[in-house]
């Protein structure tokens, strides 16, 4: 399995913005479609964005659609998250995964990071 390593989280006012990052190990990251999730506080983890291998298709959950964006870098085994004009309801913990199923099939992620706090206050 991949191993997974986020960064990048904070704390920030409404209406900032943040950018994550998730470094993979081995050689191997182009062959897993990657994903970013987050889980609040007394709520179930919930799907963000997803992206496939070559990076040329992306998902969205509707909460975050037009505010995120998903990129990867191949070449750097990296997949970013950037987040603008966040809300305090975007306060969670945000954990990269990734899967050798497809980039929309959800439950497929099954490699995850250990997460990383991103707090928005009003």
């Known amino acids: 399995q991949v191993q997974l390593v986020e960064s990048g989280g904070g704390l920030v006012q409404a209406g900032g913005s943040l950018r994550l990052s998730c470094a993979a190990s081995g050689r191997t990251f182009s062959s897993y479609a990657m994903g970013w999730f987050r889980q609040a506080p007394g709520k179930e983890r919930e799907f963000v964005a997803t992206i496939n291998r070559s990076g040329g298709s992306t998902y969205y959950a509707d909460s975050v659609k037009g505010r995120f964006t998903i990129s990867r870098d191949n070449a750097k085994n990296t997949v970013y998250l950037q987040m603008n004009s966040l809300k305090p309801e975007d306060t969670a913990v945000y954990y990269c995964?990734?899967?050798?199923?497809?980039?929309?099939?959800?439950?497929?992620?099954?490699?995850w990071g250990q997460g990383t706090q991103v707090t928005v206050s009003s």
């Open positions: 995964a990734a899967t050798s199923d497809s980039f929309v099939y959800i439950p497929g992620f099954d490699s």
